[in-house]
C-alpha cells in the first residue's frame, strides 16, 4: 500500500434498496469490527437514515437540492441532512446526472451549499463507454471538475472527496483495471495540481466501478486511489465489510 497522509473512505451507496432488516445487520456486524484504519461512511435511501442508532461509521445523503428550502415537492434540503446527523452527501453521481438531466454546472452549484452547510461532499464524476471510446476521456473528466473549480476555485476541494464512477462500470459486472482506475485517478490529481500541487496531494479519489471484496486489495494498493464509492457491495454486510477492511495502508 502507498504511503501518504490521505486517510482512505470506503463509502456505502445503497441507492433505491435496503431496508430496517439491513440497517440492523450492518450495524450489529460493524459494531464488533475494527475498522479504525479508514472512514466507513453509509448511504442509505432518505427514509432509512433515521433508523441508524449509535453507529461506528458516519452517515451520507444520496442527493440534496440545489434549493435550501420551500415549495419543491420530493426534494431534500441540506439543512434537513444535518439535522438527520449526515456528515457526507453523494453529489452527481452517474444516475443523478442521466435520470435527472443534472448538469456540471447544477453539480457544482449543489457541492457549493453542501460546503456552505458543512456537509463532505462525495463528488461523483466519470464517463461512459463511447466518451472513453472516442478518446475523449480526460476531457470529459476535466470539464466536470473544472465546473466546481470555476464556480468555487480550487481551494474547494480542501474538503471535497472525489469518487471517479467509470459508467460503464457500474452495475455492469465490468470493473475497470487497478492500471485504468489508476491512470484516471492519477490525470485527476494531476488536473488538480496544475492549480495547487498540495491540495491536489491531499484530496482523497474514491474509485467506484464494481468494487468487491474480491478485487478491493488490487484496486486499493494502486497509489492515487484512497478509496471506494461501492454500490451492489454495500448491500450485503460481509462484502461491504470485507472492502473496509481491505482499505489499510
Request: proline residues 4%; hydrophobic residues 40%.
Amino acid at each position: 500500500m502507498q504511503t501518504n497522509n490521505r486517510r482512505p473512505i470506503v463509502a456505502g451507496n445503497w441507492k433505491m434498496n435496503g431496508n430496517l432488516a439491513l440497517i440492523k445487520q450492518v450495524e450489529e456486524l460493524f459494531s464488533n469490527a475494527d475498522i479504525s484504519h479508514v472512514d466507513v461512511v453509509v448511504c442509505p435511501p432518505f427514509p432509512y437514515l433515521g433508523g441508524f442508532n449509535d453507529s461506528n461509521f458516519a452517515l451520507g445523503g444520496q442527493n440534496i437540492s440545489h434549493f435550501e428550502f420551500g415549495a419543491h415537492t420530493g426534494e431534500t434540503a441540506v439543512s434537513m441532512l444535518k439535522e438527520m446527523n449526515c456528515q457526507y452527501v453523494i453529489l452527481g453521481h452517474s444516475e443523478r446526472r442521466a435520470d435527472n438531466n443534472e448538469s456540471n454546472e447544477l453539480v457544482a452549484d449543489k457541492v457549493e451549499l453542501a460546503l456552505a452547510h458543512k456537509l463532505i461532499p462525495l463528488f461523483c464524476i466519470g464517463e461512459p463507454e463511447d466518451i472513453r471510446e472516442s478518446g475523449q476521456l480526460f476531457d470529459f473528466i476535466a470539464a466536470q471538475i473544472d465546473a466546481v473549480i470555476n464556480k468555487m476555485g480550487i481551494a474547494a476541494f480542501n474538503d471535497i472527496v472525489i469518487a471517479y464512477e467509470p459508467i460503464w462500470a457500474i452495475g455492469t459486472g465490468k470493473t475497470a483495471s487497478p492500471e485504468q482506475a489508476q491512470e484516471v485517478h492519477a490525470f485527476i490529481r494531476q488536473h488538480l495540481a496544475k492549480q495547487d500541487s498540495n491540495i491536489a496531494n491531499q484530496c482523497v479519489i474514491l474509485y467506484g466501478g464494481s468494487v468487491k471484496g474480491s478485487n478491493a486489495v488490487e484496486l486499493f494498493s494502486q497509489p492515487d486511489v484512497d478509496g471506494g464509492l461501492i454500490g451492489g457491495a454495500s448491500l450485503n454486510p460481509e462484502d461491504f465489510l470485507s472492502i473496509c477492511l481491505a482499505a489499510k495502508r
